[in-house]
C-alpha cells in the first residue's frame, strides 16, 4: 500500500518557525515529485511548493518557506519561516510520478491527510 503521512503541524506565534515533515511509504520515493499544498476551509487548495531535482514556489512562500527531501528516508521536509496568521491553513503533501503543471493539484496520485498549522497574531 502506498501512501503519505504528514506530522509537525502545530501553533505558533506571528514571525515563528514550523517543520513539517512528509512520510512516504509504498512507493518508489526518488521516482516522485513530492509537493505541499495548503487549504483553508471554504476555499481552493492551494500550492506551497514541490520539488524533485530543483524546488518550486509560490510566490508567498519564495523568501520565507524552504522544502527539501531525504530519498534514504523516504521523507519531504517543508521548513516554514517568518509565519505569518494567512499562513493558518491545513498543509498536505502530495506525491506525482509524472510530470505536468506541478502547481495544478491535478497531477498529483497520493495524498496525505493533512496536517493543521494555526499561527496566532
Known amino acids: 500500500q502506498a501512501q503519505v503521512v504528514e506530522s509537525g503541524g502545530g501553533q505558533v506565534q506571528s514571525g515563528g518557525s514550523l517543520s513539517l515533515s512528509c512520510a512516504a511509504t509504498?512507493?518508489?520515493?526518488?521516482?516522485?515529485?513530492m509537493a505541499w499544498f495548503r487549504q483553508v476551509p471554504g476555499q481552493e487548495r492551494e500550492f506551497v511548493a514541490a520539488?524533485?531535482?530543483?524546488?518550486y514556489y509560490a510566490d508567498f512562500a519564495t523568501d520565507r518557506f524552504t522544502i527539501s527531501r531525504d530519498n534514504a528516508k523516504n521523507t519531504a521536509y517543508l521548513r516554514m519561516t517568518n509565519l505569518k496568521v494567512e499562513d493558518t491553513a491545513m498543509y498536505f503533501c502530495a506525491a506525482s510520478l509524472g510530470g505536468g503543471t506541478i502547481r495544478s493539484p491535478r497531477l498529483y496520485d497520493y495524498w496525505g491527510q493533512g496536517t493543521q498549522v494555526t499561527v496566532s497574531s
Open positions: 520539488i524533485g531535482g530543483p524546488a
Open positions: 509504498g512507493l518508489e520515493f526518488s521516482r516522485y515529485m
